[in-house]
């Protein structure tokens, strides 16, 4: 089974960046499309972005295009979120997915991991 496990997450200010990582301390990512959503407090979960399983394809939700980028390293078994420029309405629980196919729906990914928290402060 695939258990994403994701980390990263803190506090940096308005225009700084971080970097978040998603590993699976289960079976490897190969194969499996890996996603990333994201809640803000009182908020729906909305996706972030996302990369094919060969990493030919990325998507991204609007708002973040530009100032976010995705990468795999099948080798370690790690899909990274670069976020750079980060604005204070990017706060939210960062949620790593997995499935079969880079899908923007929420439903079509199987695996969640439980999220690391993005503050990004004034």
């Known amino acids: 089974q695939v258990q994403p496990v994701e980390s990263g997450g803190g506090l940096v200010q308005a225009g700084g960046s971080l970097r978040l990582s998603c590993a699976s301390s289960g079976r490897t990512f190969s194969y499996y499309a890996v996603g990333w959503f994201r809640q803000a407090p009182g908020k729906e979960r909305v996706f972030v972005g996302g990369?094919?399983?060969?990493?030919?394809?990325?998507s991204f939700e609007d708002s973040v295009k530009g100032r976010f980028t995705i990468s795999r390293d099948d080798g370690e078994n790690t899909v990274y979120l670069q976020m750079t420029r980060l604005k204070p309405e990017d706060t939210a629980v960062y949620h790593c997915?997995?499935?079969?196919?880079?899908?923007?729906?929420?439903?079509?990914?199987?695996?969640w991991g439980k999220g690391t928290l993005v503050t990004v402060s004034l």
């Open positions: 997915v997995v499935g079969g196919r880079l899908t923007q729906e929420a439903k079509k990914y199987v695996y």
């Open positions: 990369i094919s399983w060969d990493s030919r394809r990325t």
